[in-house]
T-cell receptor, first 111, second 112 residues
Framework: ETGVTQTPRHLVMGMTNKKSLKCEQHLGHNAMYWYKQSAKKPLELMFVYSLEERVENNSVPSRFSPECPNSSHLFLHLHTLQPEDSALYLC??????????FGNGTRLTVT | QKEVEQNSGPLSVPEGAIASLNCTYSDRGSQSFFWYRQYSGKSPELIMSIYSNGDKEDGRFTAQLNKASQYVSLLIRDSQPSDSATYLCAFGGRDSSYKLIFGSGTRLLVRP
């Protein structure tokens, strides 16, 4: 089983839908992250959870809501998204100061 | 000023040549530096990490760090077509060891 698993791999949703992205890590890491990757732009850090503490990028809209019930699971709840939110959403995990390990990502399309 | 600067490319090199990828960063307090490779449609995968000034070699890859110049580079020797990908540099910001700041990546094309 891969170290960081994301589901679903692909998601198409309308602007009025509510959906959730799921991430699970099996590496024993103590921090988990959501990154957004849009075409031609750098990876954008959205949220970090470490030791049950949440750190967020203040520019992330409130239509994105993270949840981290334990150190192995991370969710990203989506509601009333906009077409410009279409992107690749990457989950990652790490130990403090160590490199990130990424999941395979969820390709999100908002119609 | 962008936090991480990378030439977007594409950088095109012939098979067997040395590919040189460069990255500059703005945060002088950064302590950790990473190179990730990302194939089209895939997630980034770590290929090199470097924490102190100088060179670090791993197989065909060499990372070079110069903190005084705020510069990190990646050399790929004996480039192969399978090395064709986008290479992302990232550094650990001063304020939190948990956050990595990424560049937008350099696309490398190795011609057979």
């Amino acid at each position: 089983e891969t170290g960081v698993t994301q589901t679903p791999r692909h998601l198409v949703m309308g602007m009025t839908n509510k959906k959730s992205l799921k991430c699970e890590q099996h590496l024993g890491h103590n921090a988990m992250y959501w990154y957004k990757q849009s075409a031609k732009k750098p990876l954008e850090l959205m949220f970090v959870y470490s030791l049950e503490e949440r750190v967020e990028n203040n520019s992330v809209p409130s239509r994105f809501s993270p949840e981290c019930p334990n150190s192995s699971h991370l969710f990203l709840h989506l509601h009333t998204l906009q077409p410009e939110d279409s992107a690749l959403y990457l989950c990652a995990s790490s130990r403090s100061g160590s490199p990130l390990h990424f999941g395979n990502g969820t390709r999100l399309t908002v119609t | 000023q962008k936090e991480v600067e990378q030439n977007s490319g594409p950088l095109s090199v012939p098979e067997g040549a040395i590919a040189s990828l460069n990255c500059t960063y703005s945060d002088r307090g950064s302590q950790s530096f990473f190179w990730y490779r990302q194939y089209s449609g895939k997630s980034p995968e770590l290929i090199m990490s470097i924490y102190s000034n100088g060179d670090k070699e791993d197989g065909r890859f060499t990372a070079q760090l110069n903190k005084a110049s705020q510069y990190v580079s990646l050399l790929i020797r004996d480039s192969q077509p399978s090395d064709s990908a986008t290479y992302l540099c990232a550094f650990g910001g001063r304020d939190s060891s948990y956050k990595l700041i990424f560049g937008s990546g350099t696309r490398l094309l190795v011609r057979p």
